[in-house]
């Protein structure tokens, strides 16, 4: 996308070489560079949006992924304005050779990014900040291209017929902006839900690399010499060659790539409207796998441990009626319909996909006890937030906030004093909220926010941790590649409307459990009690504190 720069003044000298010898009038010359600058912006975006996507994706925190971006890429731009004053004298051939190069560049940066991802991700040492030294490769290149297209462009539409600068920057931002439009639009619409990242940004490259080599073989071929013009034509059709290439081999790639960062056994990968839902695992022994957007959500080998602690301290009361949110895979479910005095358990959960699987698929569905069979369980696939702003009141003896861990940008505001007040609205005046606040000993401070915000909302709070098995899935995300000395464990709060702390407890008529005990969940509280860190802030919808 082009950026705001000085335009030339109005007393520049004219291009030495006079106007343009096109074989069309100047009107339409006009109209085809236009259009070129138009579609050019708009590739421009959407290598712009791909990599914010891709790296939000691959290493979490969409917030500061999206600022190295636009500040790199804005900051290259001016560069690249700079470098290509000096090639104005030969602007049709530069601005084929920056188009050529940007469609090599922003088409391939994709398989490139999640290439480094998925083979080096776990290899520590040097390669830890891998994946981001390359995103910052790649918003430099393409910056530093985008921004050589504004004198270039400035110069052509100047040859074709003379005008005062200030109506021809007018033409050209009207172009670009237009087009970055589309482009924007196009991306999330079009592009990801129908071809997804890699083939989509493939196909930009496509079509960048046919908009800039048409516009100068087709318009301004006299101002090459015959050479320029073959060597032009055999950069575009190379650069065409590769991206078809990629786009032929990207399944397998795809497949490959996957297999190197969840391992050999993965039966199902799927684009939901959503997320991207994997599962390893599941059949045959082997140990079950939920990865959600690269995060591991549920190991089989030791997700009882941590739906035991989420979900049973706070059955010990009343839970005739059962709220969880998220837990679309059907695991809270199934501890809750444990209980036989259960009357209903709603569950709310963003992604149909999710809870698709959960009933359909064959590991997924035997793990949470085939759950979702149970008439007594009823899903609303909505947003947890917004179906909370509308839902009853206390109309809950038990909800269980089974989310994503707070320090991902997309769930902040379902771990906000806002969240939480809606939260309590719902609950009954004796019941009781549990929620999984993520790790304690790798994340105390956003741990006791969690719990600041939640006393904030007018919940008195019972913290706890529990120990879970490091997974050895490494290179997701929400924590660093490389071993780590950190214990790895879940933390949890249990809360309920008012000041007083609720009991710490088991309901000794329930079932019985296989990891969690009344003198294990006491001695958990004191172990979390032991990381307290006092006077941290609450976080809200405008001022998130993870």
């Known amino acids: 996308m082009i950026e705001s720069h000085a335009p030339a003044p109005p007393s520049a000298p004219p291009f030495r070489g006079g106007p343009a010898r096109l074989s069309v009038r100047p009107a339409t010359g006009r109209f085809l560079v236009l259009a070129g600058v138009f579609v050019c912006a708009a590739c421009g975006l959407v290598y712009e949006l791909e990599l914010v996507a891709l790296a939000s994706y691959l290493m979490g925190d969409s917030v500061t992924q999206a600022s190295v971006v636009l500040s790199v ?28 190069g940007l469609a090599l560049v922003g088409g391939c940066s994709a398989m490139a990014l999640y290439a480094m991802f998925a083979w080096t991700g776990d290899w520590g040492g040097l390669w830890v900040n891998g994946p ?136 199902v990968a799927v684009q939901t409207d959503v997320q991207e839902v994997v599962l390893t695992g599941g059949t045959r022994g082997h140990p079950l796998g939920l990865y959600l957007d690269g995060r591991l959500r549920v190991d089989g080998r030791d997700e009882g441990r941590y739906h035991e602690a989420l979900v049973h301290p706070a059955m010990a009361g009343p839970h005739a009626r059962v709220l969880v949110l998220g837990g679309g895979d059907g695991l809270a479910a199934r501890e809750a319909l444990r209980y036989p005095d259960v009357r209903r358990v ?104 969690v719990e600041a915000t939640m006393r904030a909302a007018g919940l008195g709070t019972s913290p706890y941790r529990v120990l879970g098995r490091d997974n050895g899935f490494t290179t997701g995300p929400d924590r660093p590649a490389g071993a780590s000395r950190t214990p790895y464990d879940w933390g949890f709060v249990l809360a309920l409307p008012g000041a007083a702390p609720p009991p710490l407890r088991l309901d000794p008529s329930g079932p019985r459990l296989r990891t969690l005990t009344a003198q294990g969940l006491a001695a958990d509280a004191r172990a979390a009690a032991g990381t307290r860190i006092s006077g941290v802030p609450p976080s809200t919808l405008v001022h998130p504190r993870y």
């Open 346 to 449: 709603d569950v709310v959960e963003p992604d149909a996909g999710v809870v698709r699987l959960a009933r359909q698929d064959p590991g997924l569905s035997a793990l949470n006890g085939h759950a979702y069979r149970d008439r007594r369980v009823h899903v609303m696939t909505q947003d947890v937030f917004r179906w909370l702003r509308g839902a009853p009141t206390e109309a809950y003896d038990v909800v269980i906030a089974d989310l994503p861990d707070p320090g991902i940008t997309a769930s902040t505001k379902l771990y906000s004093e806002e969240f939480y007040g809606l939260t309590r609205r719902v609950l009954a005046k004796d019941g009781r909220l549990a929620v999984h606040a993520g790790p304690v000993a790798a994340g105390a401070r956003v741990f006791w926010t």
């Open 132 to 267: 981001r030294c390359l995103l910052v490769a790649f918003s430099l290149a393409i910056g530093l291209l985008i921004g050589a297209e504004v004198p270039l462009l400035m110069e052509l539409i100047q040859r074709i017929r003379r005008q005062d600068a200030g109506g021809a920057v007018a033409d050209l931002f009207a172009a670009d902006y237009v087009g970055a439009l589309v482009g924007g639009l196009a991306f999330p619409f079009l592009l990801l839900p129908f071809l997804g990242q890699l083939t989509g940004a493939l196909l930009t490259g496509a079509v960048n690399a046919l908009a800039g080599g048409a516009l100068i073989l087709g318009l301004f071929r006299h101002d090459l010499t015959r050479r320029a013009r073959w060597l032009l034509l055999l950069a575009n059709l190379t650069v065409l060659g590769v991206l078809a290439f990629a786009a032929v081999l990207v399944d397998d790639f795809e497949r490959l790539a996957r297999q190197a960062v969840y391992g050999g056994d993965v039966r």
């Open 73 to 100: 890429m804005v900051f290259a731009m001016g560069l690249g304005s700079l470098a290509a004053k000096g090639l104005r004298r030969h602007a049709a051939a530069a601005f084929g050779a920056v188009e050529a």
